[in-house]
């Protein structure tokens, strides 16, 4: 079947026409680095025309980025190649047909991961909507995470009925997952190595033609679409699982009265040869759209695709206990913060609340899956009161955001630090507890990101994820 493909593809040549469809925290680095790339000629990005996303057509074609976190070099290049005319945005999906090869980078939760159910809603949108348009010999590439067997399953099933198409005979299809970390969004995709999975081998040296360009010191893996599906959630519940085990140790540090970071420093120096030992960071919990759910369609793979299981998987295996650790901090922030009232007499009920951080990363506006959001519930079902601030989110639903941060700790009986931002780090205790106007506030560090000591002799009650050196300190 590949070899009429091969001769189609032959006879349209290099990919000088690319489609983006997802413009977010993938799509749009990705489009600008393939506009910006001299073998191409043009890249339009394909965004819906909705409620919540349809500003962004007209933010892109003038050259303005929609994403508000610390992106360097981001908004430059972006207006460099609106500037060049070379990438432009538009809703108008039926310029697909214009297109040699189409990408897309659509977000891929799970509707509830107590049972494994992906929700592939907007994932099957984009591919209808690619689907209608789709001409002979065209590349089509996944860069969404998905469960194993989604490309040569679902994706191939609806781009071909929408089409009228076939996959490996009139079109090439592949998954070729992001590996991309907000904050440094154009250098991971130009650096990282690149997975490039095709259904069969002509589209897989296809879709190896279109990243090739864009990429600098990282190189192609080529492998089959399946694999490369197992790949990209694979290296994600591994994330996940090593900052659950330094999760866990993090407490255990803090049952026994020891500092974790000494703990950690003392790990991370064995090195040499044959030696690996890649510890992370402890938190106030996970977030974002990845590694939030990755381990579940990973899971999932594994269950669609090898049938009746007789091994521990599902919640039971390794990787689900590493979700449930993971999903357990934000309720130990809450632990941590009535502890932390106790101290001073105090309950959650009445108490004021000043939450730092409602971005799930630093420097970012991403606020998917943020942790915050379930510590902000469970103090307010205790009857506290608590106020967000962020200094790059502008709105959340149902959630008032803050810039103010003075305004914010105005008042507050607690201050609790759930996202690194580099604002919070340079907090000043004295500052901090004049506008609070309590003799000993709380302080609940969920990043490391305060001096302990610091605060604990401007006379605040501290209290910190894996400090068990300092969290029953003297109140000063």
């Keep these: 079947m590949s070899n009429g493909l091969e001769s189609i593809i032959g006879e349209i040549g290099p990919i000088q026409n690319i489609g983006v469809v997802g413009m977010?925290?993938?799509?749009?680095?990705?489009?600008?680095?393939?506009?910006?790339?001299?073998?191409?000629?043009?890249?339009r990005g394909f965004q819906r025309n909705s409620?919540?996303?349809?500003?962004?057509?007209?933010?892109?074609?003038?050259?303005?980025?929609?994403?508000?976190?610390?992106?360097?070099?981001?908004?430059?290049?972006?207006?460099?190649?609106?500037?060049?005319?070379?990438?432009?945005?538009?809703?108008?999906?039926s310029e697909i047909a214009e297109c040699d090869a189409v990408t897309l980078a659509i977000q891929t939760p799970f509707k509830d991961p107590k049972d494994l159910i992906p929700d592939f809603s907007a994932l099957i949108e984009g591919l209808r909507n690619v689907g209608r348009y789709l001409t002979p010999g065209?590349?089509?590439?996944?860069?969404?995470?998905?469960?194993?067997?989604?490309?040569?399953?679902?994706?191939?099933?609806?781009?071909?009925?929408?089409?009228?198409?076939?996959?490996?005979k009139d079109f090439a299809l592949a998954h070729a997952p992001e590996r991309?970390?907000?904050?440094?969004?154009?250098?991971?995709?130009?650096?990282?190595?690149?997975?490039?999975?095709?259904?069969?081998?002509?589209?897989?040296?296809?879709?190896?033609?279109?990243?090739?360009?864009?990429?600098?010191?990282?190189?192609i893996i080529p492998m089959t679409a399946t694999a490369a599906e197992v790949t990209k959630t694979a290296e994600n519940a591994f994330r996940d699982l090593q900052i659950a085990a330094v999760n866990q140790l993090a407490l255990h540090c803090e049952a026994m009265g020891v500092n974790v970071y000494d703990v950690r420093a003392g790990i991370d120096s064995l090195k040499g040869?044959?030696?690996?030992?890649?510890?992370?960071?402890?938190?106030?919990?996970?977030?974002?759209h990845c590694l939030t759910k990755d381990s579940w369609h990973l899971e999932r793979g594994a269950q669609v695709l090898?049938?009746?299981?007789?091994?521990?998987?599902?919640?039971?295996?390794?990787?689900?206990?590493?979700?449930k650790i993971n999903e357990f901090m934000p309720e130990h922030m809450v632990h941590l913060t009535v502890e932390g009232l106790r101290r001073v007499g105090k309950t959650p009920e009445g108490a004021n609340v000043a939450l730092l951080g409602w971005a799930f990363i630093q420097n970012s506006d991403d606020t998917r899956n943020t942790p915050?959001?379930?510590?902000?519930?469970?103090?307010?079902?205790?009857?506290?009161?608590?106020?967000?601030?962020?200094?790059?989110?502008?709105?959340?639903?149902?959630?008032?955001?803050?810039?103010?941060?003075?305004?914010?700790?105005?008042?507050?009986?607690?201050?609790?630090?759930?996202?690194?931002?580099?604002?919070?780090?340079?907090?000043?205790?004295?500052?901090?507890?004049?506008?609070?106007?309590?003799?000993h506030p709380i302080i609940v560090d969920g990043r490391n990101v305060v001096d302990p000591d610091a605060f604990i002799r401007a006379g605040f009650i501290y209290k910190g994820i894996g400090r068990g050196d300092k969290n029953s300190h003297p109140v000063r």
Excluded at 193 to 219: C, F, H, K, N, Q
Excluded at 306 to 323: K, M, N, Q, T
Aim: hydrophobic share 40%; net charge negative.
């Design 180 to 219: 991309v970390m907000v904050g440094r969004l154009l250098r991971n995709i130009q650096e990282h190595d690149r997975i490039v999975g095709g259904i069969d081998d002509v589209s897989t040296r296809r879709a190896m033609e279109l990243y090739a360009p864009v990429l600098t010191t990282g190189t």
């Design 372 to 439: 915050a959001e379930p510590y902000l519930a469970a103090m307010e079902e205790a009857g506290a009161t608590v106020r967000v601030h962020d200094p790059f989110v502008d709105e959340y639903p149902g959630i008032e955001v803050s810039r103010d941060l003075e305004g914010t700790l105005a008042g507050a009986d607690v201050v609790t630090i759930f996202t690194g931002h580099h604002h919070y780090v340079s907090l000043d205790p004295a500052r901090v507890k004049e506008f609070s106007g309590r003799e």
């Design 51 to 93: 409620p919540s996303s349809g500003y962004k057509v007209a933010m892109l074609n003038r050259g303005e980025s929609p994403l508000k976190g610390e992106e360097p070099g981001l908004e430059d290049l972006l207006g460099k190649v609106v500037g060049a005319g070379k990438f432009r945005c538009t809703s108008d999906f």
């Design 24 to 43: 977010g925290y993938v799509g749009i680095p990705a489009a600008v680095l393939f506009a910006d790339a001299p073998a191409f000629k043009s890249v």
């Design 138 to 168: 065209t590349l089509v590439v996944l860069e969404s995470t998905v469960t194993p067997g989604t490309t040569g399953g679902m994706a191939r099933e609806i781009l071909e009925a929408e089409s009228g198409l076939v996959a490996g």
């Design 306 to 323: 090898g049938g009746d299981l007789w091994y521990p998987h599902g919640a039971e295996s390794i990787f689900g206990v590493a979700r």
């Design 273 to 288: 040869e044959g030696i690996t030992r890649a510890i992370l960071w402890p938190g106030a919990g996970v977030g974002g």
